[in-house]
């Protein structure tokens, strides 16, 4: 058997995040591993490939300052793992786990593998509980259920920080007053925009319910590759071992790709789409997918991973491929949003795949899925039309087209509209679809029952039911 | 064929690993291995599968996550290819890419998956009502029924000698219960005496021998009107349905695997989402089937290999999925096989060829995708079985390009293969106009070969079809042209046809998977529909040639009926079709006169 912990002096190739070690023996795949620079400063890093006599490391804390003699290597025998406890709520942490708030080290906490294991899809319970955002356009048209994985598509200067803040500060449950604790992963992204978060925490007094995970811009960008997994890692220890219900927030996605790439390229792999290697798909997956509820357990693990989509594409391959794997997507509109409208939540692109199941009767209420669908028709009518009236002029549209373009502006700017700090109730939400629908004449909505329009549309709701 | 025991106790022999990169892993002293043959890899025993040797050295594809795995472990050849086990208990059941019952998995290591599990795929304890079906004497050749099991209440399982089998009967068991691998009948042939049970192994990679290959004839009803009636798929067809992410792939999947006129469903979760697996086996037990009055799931055999499984699973899983489809094929059933989604099979082809280091084609896909997407859809078919029935096994695989960009790898090598191709279009899925099928440009080659069966219901099928289906072409000309000069400038009996065409879109295309009315709609109300919506087509018209206006047609009191038609008229309810079609009929030639 082997020794643990079998240390090699010198490297034989240093390239980009990699390092190739030659002359060891009875080294694993993906096992942890520490640098010892020249200059004593200890790196970890983890093996992508081993034969009998050499292995490839990825160096986490950047290659630079490493040397082909003088560079120590020390093959720990075990996974890249984390330390899991409750206590870890309200602390700051590297991408890798290690505390950076100044404070020491959590103890008594589980150490755990940071890939995790898949969850078995016959373990699993079916996410059905209505979260309540308190933003309309979520809510009403795009609904979050807990257990639910729902990405934010955005683009670069779109205020999808203020929104994802807004989530957490005001998601809850319509029955349960239980509160989400939230693990906050940053890849790649600015001090601000972190501090940002944490100042949004601070304010609504959540903070202690917070763990923080921060690989930032200037941090080597191997780290962000361990980042989600690690605040995965705690997030699954919180909700499936301490029965918590967790909200993760993941940000940006993009920069996690890239660093993907950057691994791949300097393994010489073969490259798919725009450079990204083949299993970015498998990759993601592998993230996305830990999410959820189990049966028989009262936790839950919901998230919510940002993605700027580059030069708002959403053809390109990370929020493509993205798509396939979450259950449906918020999408932000840069048009919406130079018109003052906030959250600029694009009507038609956005999607819940996980809504159908979570409102309704004895959920949200009766009238939910069917007028939500049929604002969605309503409003891409809206849409045709606009094209239209742009080539001929809205003078010349017909009377009824005229009245969709006006349902249109009224959706725009009170149902979609509302502000960063308002916290609408469903009820509400639902009768402001109910308000903008009313601009419409009764035959035009077929996607509503004939017993739905006598007790909706036909008398409105009294004021004092606003929220 | 003997049946070799699927574990492996006494190795054939054992090589030693010299390299891991992810689900490939290389080794030595393996010149003993055969290609393809099933090792077990390392000290936590992974199941792997040799998919390439060279000078006692083997290339390995890895079923479980490799990590810690380290050069100098052993590897333990097993001497048989990876196979399934066939047998009764397979229905209702929950399977991993490599037929491993996820049910059994979590009883033994919880909630999230260990490594190295390796449960027997049925249920070894559990008892079957067996009832021979020969007797001493009788001479068997493969494929020949030896035993029947009621295997659920909807399916009876029909023991067959497996193929490599046969000879004269010497010894059957009586009627009574036993377990599935307990001998119940012995057999003395050619090659000496032989036993059987109600389990038998098969290879997935080699597909099961029939007698003969026939033409498809017969409609494979799915329920939603969209496919049945535009572009139908026959049994023993293939199908494939492609469309960016969130234009409904799933949902449709989903619909066909309830609705499907067929015996046996097998579902593929390839490379999916867990919680779309969870919902299936959430819904599907307490959905009763309209044809056997039966929980849907009682016809079911779910494969799951979600995107955070290993990923050479998700490979072998359509192998084997079809595998299984294929066995109650040979029972003389219909089997209806959905893969969802294939996109993630080719890409699981492409990740593994990337860690051999082949040379790419197309977009880093291997040279090899479209052989292997053809040997996989070819399974398909309507055959004779080696026992002389038929039975068919219809094979509808989702599409998922990047991008919604149908001229991807994937999509265009697949489209050589199938001969029904169902687009899922964007611009309906976002208006939630599901099933968000296109109708301009989906296709069915089918079309010529099934249209007798519609014809038997109704000999002006084809007709009433054909007129829809000009309307809907009609008007996409139509409205290219109001795109640039506005609807109102069309004259009247233009604007009509863009009127017909919404309500034929409303009325009759979308369809909702949620109204418990909606959610399946049988032949027969396909065809009054069809019925009305073309009559009106064809009043309106005559009222608008007589002088009649868009606003009379518009006004009518039928027409809110005719939109909500599928929703509430129960689907049996031929007589309230009827009195809608008169009372349509008799609003038209009221308004009509009203002009002449």
Same mark, same amino acid.
């Given at each position: 058997?082997?020794?643990?912990?079998?240390?090699?002096?010198?490297?034989?190739?240093?390239?980009?995040?990699?390092?190739?070690?030659?002359? $060891?023996?009875?080294?694993?795949?993906?096992?942890?591993?520490?640098?010892?620079?020249?200059?004593?400063?200890?790196?970890?890093?983890?093996?992508?490939?081993?034969?009998?006599?050499?292995?490839?490391?990825?160096?986490?804390?950047?290659?630079?300052?490493?040397?082909?003699a003088g560079t120590r290597v020390r093959f720990l025998a075990e996974p890249m793992r984390v330390p899991v406890s409750k206590r870890m709520l309200g602390r700051v942490f590297d991408g890798l786990g290690r505390p950076k708030d100044g404070l020491p080290q959590v103890i008594g906490g589980d150490l755990r593998d940071v890939q995790g294991k898949p969850i078995n899809p016959y373990a699993r319970e079916y996410p059905r509980d209505f979260i309540q955002t308190g933003i309309t356009s979520i809510d009403l048209m795009n609904t979050l259920v807990r257990g639910q994985k729902l990405p934010i598509f955005s683009g670069n200067g779109l205020p999808h920080n203020r929104i994802a803040a807004q989530i957490a500060r005001q998601a809850k449950l319509?029955?349960?007053?239980?509160?989400?604790?939230?693990?906050?992963?940053?890849?790649?992204?600015?001090?601000?925009?972190?501090?940002?978060?944490?100042?949004?925490?601070?304010?609504?007094?959540?903070?202690?319910?917070?763990?923080?995970?921060?690989?930032?811009?200037?941090?080597?960008?191997?780290?962000?590759?361990?980042?989600?997994?690690?605040?995965?890692?705690?997030?699954?220890?919180?909700?499936?071992?301490?029965?918590?219900?967790?909200?993760?927030?993941?940000?940006?996605?993009?920069?996690?790709?890239?660093?993907?790439?950057?691994?791949?390229?300097?393994?010489?792999?073969?490259?798919?789409?725009?450079?990204?290697?083949?299993?970015?798909?498998?990759?993601?997956?592998?993230?996305?997918?830990?999410?959820?509820?189990?049966?028989?357990?009262?936790?839950?693990?919901?998230?919510?991973? $940002?993605?700027?989509?580059?030069?708002?594409?959403?053809?390109?391959?990370?929020?493509?491929?993205?798509?396939? $794997?979450?259950?449906?997507?918020?999408?932000?509109?840069?048009?919406?949003?130079?018109?003052?409208?906030?959250?600029?939540?694009?009507?038609?692109?956005?999607?819940?795949?996980?809504?159908?199941?979570?409102?309704?009767?004895?959920?949200?209420?009766?009238?939910?899925?069917?007028?939500?669908?049929?604002?969605?028709?309503?409003?891409?009518?809206?849409?045709?039309?606009?094209?239209?009236?742009?080539?001929?002029?809205?003078?010349?549209?017909?009377?009824?087209?005229?009245?969709?373009?006006?349902?249109?502006?009224?959706?725009?700017?009170?149902?979609?509209?509302?502000?960063?700090?308002?916290?609408?109730?469903?009820?509400?939400?639902?009768?402001?679809?109910?308000?903008?629908?009313?601009?419409?004449?009764?035959?035009?909505?077929?996607?509503?029952?004939?017993?739905?329009?006598?007790?909706?549309?036909?008398?409105?709701?009294?004021?004092?039911?606003?929220? | 064929?003997?049946?070799?025991?699927?574990?492996?106790?006494?190795?054939?022999? #054992?090589?030693?690993?010299?390299? #891991?990169?992810?689900?490939?892993?290389?080794?030595?002293?393996?010149?003993?291995?055969?290609?393809?043959?099933?090792?077990? #890899?390392?000290?936590?025993?992974?199941?792997?599968?040799?998919?390439?040797?060279?000078?006692?050295?083997?290339?390995?594809?890895?079923?479980?996550?490799? &990590?810690?795995?380290?050069?100098?472990?052993?590897?333990?050849?097993?001497?048989?290819?990876?196979?399934?086990?066939?047998?009764?208990?397979?229905?209702?059941?929950?399977?991993?890419?490599?037929?491993?019952?996820?049910?059994?998995? +979590?009883?033994?290591?919880?909630?999230?998956?260990?490594?190295?599990?390796?449960?027997?795929?049925?249920?070894? *304890?559990?008892?079957?009502?067996?009832?021979?079906?020969?007797?001493?004497?009788?001479?068997?050749?493969?494929?020949?029924?030896? !035993?029947?099991?009621?295997?659920?209440?909807?399916?009876?399982?029909?023991?067959?000698?497996?193929?490599?089998?046969?000879?004269?009967?010497?010894?059957?068991?009586?009627?009574?219960?036993?377990?599935?691998?307990?001998?119940?009948?012995?057999?003395?042939?050619?090659?000496?005496?032989?036993?059987?049970?109600?389990?038998?192994?098969?290879? #997935?990679?080699?597909?099961?021998?029939?007698?003969?290959?026939?033409?498809?004839?017969?409609?494979?009803?799915?329920?939603?009107?969209?496919?049945?009636?535009?572009?139908?798929?026959?049994?023993?067809?293939?199908?494939?349905?492609?469309?960016?992410?969130?234009?409904?792939?799933?949902?449709?999947?989903?619909?066909?695997?309830?609705? *499907?006129?067929?015996?046996?469903?097998?579902?593929?979760?390839? !490379?999916?989402?867990?919680?779309?697996?969870?919902?299936?086996?959430?819904?599907?037990?307490?959905?009763?089937?309209?044809?056997?009055?039966?929980?849907?799931?009682?016809?079911?055999?779910?494969?799951?290999?979600?995107?955070?499984?290993?990923?050479?699973?998700?490979?072998?899983?359509?192998?084997?999925?079809?595998?299984?489809?294929?066995?109650?094929?040979?029972?003389?059933?219909?089997?209806?096989?959905?893969?969802?989604?294939?996109?993630?099979?080719?890409?699981?082809?492409?990740?593994?060829?990337?860690?051999?280091?082949?040379?790419?084609?197309?977009?880093?896909?291997?040279?090899?995708?479209?052989?292997?997407?053809?040997?996989?859809?070819?399974?398909?078919?309507?055959?004779?079985?080696? &026992?002389?029935?038929?039975?068919?096994? &219809?094979?509808?695989?989702?599409?998922?390009?990047?991008?919604?960009?149908?001229?991807?790898?994937?999509?265009?090598?697949? @489209?050589?293969?199938? +001969?029904?191709?169902?687009?899922?279009?964007?611009?309906?899925?976002?208006?939630?106009?599901?099933?968000?099928? &296109?109708?301009?440009?989906?296709?069915?080659?089918?079309?010529?070969?099934?249209?007798?069966?519609?014809?038997?219901?109704?000999?002006?099928?084809?007709?009433?079809?054909?007129?829809?289906?000009?309307?809907?072409?009609?008007?996409?000309?139509?409205?290219?042209?109001?795109?640039?000069?506005?609807?109102?400038?069309?004259?009247?009996?233009?604007?009509?046809?863009?009127?017909?065409?919404?309500?034929?879109?409303?009325?009759?295309?979308?369809?909702?998977?949620?109204?418990?009315?909606?959610?399946?709609?049988?032949?027969?109300?396909?065809?009054?529909?069809?019925?009305?919506?073309? @009559?009106? *087509?064809?009043?309106?018209?005559?009222?608008?040639?007589?002088?009649?206006?868009?606003?009379?047609?518009?006004?009518?009191?039928?027409?809110?009926?005719?939109?909500?038609?599928?929703?509430?008229?129960?689907?049996?309810?031929?007589?309230?079709?009827?009195?809608?079609?008169?009372?349509?009929?008799?609003?038209?030639?009221?308004?009509?006169? @009203?002009?002449?």
């Amino acid at each position: 058997m082997r020794v643990s912990g079998l240390e090699y002096r010198g490297v034989s190739q240093v390239d980009g995040p990699l390092v190739f070690v030659q002359g $060891i023996s009875g080294v694993g795949y993906d096992e942890l591993v520490e640098i010892v620079t020249p200059s004593g400063e200890e790196r970890l890093g983890q093996v992508l490939d081993v034969s009998e006599t050499a292995a490839v490391v990825q160096v986490f804390g950047g290659t630079d300052g490493l040397s082909n003699a003088g560079t120590r290597v020390r093959f720990l025998a075990e996974p890249m793992r984390v330390p899991v406890s409750k206590r870890m709520l309200g602390r700051v942490f590297d991408g890798l786990g290690r505390p950076k708030d100044g404070l020491p080290q959590v103890i008594g906490g589980d150490l755990r593998d940071v890939q995790g294991k898949p969850i078995n899809p016959y373990a699993r319970e079916y996410p059905r509980d209505f979260i309540q955002t308190g933003i309309t356009s979520i809510d009403l048209m795009n609904t979050l259920v807990r257990g639910q994985k729902l990405p934010i598509f955005s683009g670069n200067g779109l205020p999808h920080n203020r929104i994802a803040a807004q989530i957490a500060r005001q998601a809850k449950l319509l029955r349960e007053d239980v509160s989400f604790s939230i693990v906050f992963a940053a890849m790649g992204v600015k001090y601000d925009v972190a501090q940002f978060f944490v100042d949004s925490f601070v304010q609504s007094g959540v903070i202690s319910n917070v763990a923080m995970f921060l690989s930032l811009a200037d941090d080597p960008s191997v780290e962000r590759l361990i980042t989600p997994r690690s605040a995965l890692t705690l997030a699954e220890h919180l909700a499936f071992d301490e029965g918590m219900h967790v909200l993760v927030i993941i940000t940006d996605m993009t920069n996690y790709c890239e660093s993907l790439r950057e691994i791949a390229t300097a393994r010489g792999e073969i490259p798919s789409r725009k450079g990204y290697p083949g299993y970015l798909y498998s990759d993601l997956a592998s993230l996305y997918e830990r999410a959820g509820r189990l049966q028989g357990v009262e936790g839950s693990i919901t998230q919510m991973p $940002i993605l700027t989509m580059p030069s708002d594409d959403i053809s390109h391959p990370i929020p493509d491929l993205t798509g396939y $794997i979450t259950e449906g997507q918020i999408v932000l509109d840069r048009d919406l949003h130079q018109r003052g409208v906030y959250p600029p939540v694009a009507g038609l692109p956005s999607l819940s795949r996980l809504m159908k199941d979570g409102i309704g009767k004895g959920r949200t209420r009766d009238d939910h899925p069917h007028v939500a669908s049929q604002l969605f028709a309503a409003y891409s009518r809206v849409k045709s039309i606009r094209a239209l009236a742009s080539v001929i002029g809205e003078e010349e549209l017909s009377p009824t087209d005229k009245l969709y373009i006006e349902f249109g502006k009224k959706f725009e700017q009170t149902v979609v509209t509302q502000g960063e700090f308002e916290n609408r109730s469903i009820e509400r939400s639902l009768e402001l679809g109910w308000e903008a629908l009313r601009i419409l004449p009764r035959a035009e909505l077929y996607r509503v029952s004939e017993e739905e329009l006598a007790k909706y549309f036909d008398q409105p709701a009294p004021k004092e039911a606003q929220a | 064929m003997s049946d070799p025991q699927r574990t492996s106790s006494t190795p054939a022999s #054992v090589g030693e690993i010299v390299r #891991v990169n992810g689900p490939i892993v290389h080794a030595r002293n393996m010149a003993e291995a055969g290609m393809l043959e099933v090792v077990e #890899v390392g000290e936590l025993r992974l199941i792997g599968e040799v998919i390439r040797l060279h000078d006692g050295m083997a290339t390995v594809q890895v079923y479980e996550n490799t &990590s810690g795995l380290r050069p100098g472990e052993p590897i333990y050849c097993t001497g048989r290819p990876l196979s399934v086990k066939l047998g009764p208990g397979l229905l209702g059941n929950i399977y991993d890419g490599i037929q491993r019952p996820l049910e059994r998995i +979590r009883a033994t290591s919880g909630a999230m998956i260990d490594r190295g599990e390796k449960p027997e795929p049925l249920d070894e *304890a559990k008892t079957w009502p067996f009832v021979p079906a020969c007797a001493v004497g009788d001479d068997l050749v493969p494929g020949k029924l030896f !035993g029947r099991v009621q295997e659920t209440g909807s399916v009876e399982h029909r023991l067959l000698v497996p193929p490599g089998f046969g000879g004269k009967v010497t010894e059957i068991a009586a009627a009574g219960d036993y377990r599935g691998d307990e001998i119940v009948c012995r057999l003395d042939g050619p090659d000496g005496k032989q036993e059987l049970s109600m389990c038998h192994h098969w290879p #997935v990679r080699k597909p099961r021998p029939v007698s003969q290959r026939l033409a498809m004839g017969e409609p494979l009803t799915t329920g939603l009107r969209v496919i049945d009636t535009f572009f139908p798929i026959a049994k023993g067809g293939a199908a494939a349905i492609p469309g960016g992410f969130g234009t409904g792939k799933t949902m449709t999947q989903q619909s066909l695997a309830k609705w *499907a006129e067929a015996q046996i469903i097998v579902y593929i979760g390839c !490379g999916e989402r867990g919680n779309e697996m969870t919902d299936v086996l959430k819904e599907f037990p307490e959905l009763v089937d309209p044809r056997s009055g039966r929980s849907l799931m009682e016809r079911t055999i779910l494969i799951a290999n979600t995107s955070n499984m290993p990923v050479a699973a998700r490979e072998v899983s359509i192998y084997t999925g079809i595998t299984l489809a294929e066995y109650y094929r040979d029972m003389g059933y219909d089997v209806a096989i959905m893969a969802d989604s294939t996109s993630r099979w080719a890409e699981a082809l492409r990740e593994l060829s990337g860690r051999l280091e082949e040379m790419p084609a197309d977009e880093g896909f291997p040279a090899y995708l479209p052989s292997r997407l053809a040997s996989f859809y070819e399974r398909a078919g309507m055959v004779r079985t080696l &026992s002389g029935e038929r039975g068919s096994v &219809s094979v509808i695989g989702a599409v998922s390009p990047p991008g919604g960009d149908f001229s991807e790898p994937v999509t265009q090598h697949t @489209r050589r293969f199938i +001969r029904c191709f169902w687009a899922l279009d964007r611009q309906l899925a976002n208006a939630r106009h599901y099933p968000a099928i &296109s109708w301009l440009d989906s296709y069915s080659e089918y079309l010529s070969e099934i249209a007798a069966w519609w014809e038997s219901h109704d000999a002006q099928w084809h007709d009433l079809r054909d007129t829809l289906m000009n309307i809907l072409q009609e008007e996409v000309g139509l409205q290219r042209i109001a795109k640039l000069v506005g609807p109102d400038a069309l004259p009247d009996y233009q604007r009509l046809t863009l009127e017909v065409a919404e309500l034929i879109k409303n009325a009759f295309l979308q369809q909702n998977s949620f109204d418990e009315i909606d959610m399946y709609c049988p032949p027969t109300k396909q065809i009054w529909m069809l019925r009305i919506l073309v @009559r009106f *087509a064809e009043r309106a018209r005559r009222v608008i040639q007589a002088g009649g206006t868009l606003p009379d047609i518009r006004g009518m009191k039928a027409m809110t009926r005719i939109v909500r038609m599928k929703s509430t008229i129960p689907n049996d309810d031929t007589a309230a079709m009827q009195a809608l079609y008169d009372e349509v009929d008799g609003e038209l030639e009221q308004l009509e006169r @009203r002009f002449a």
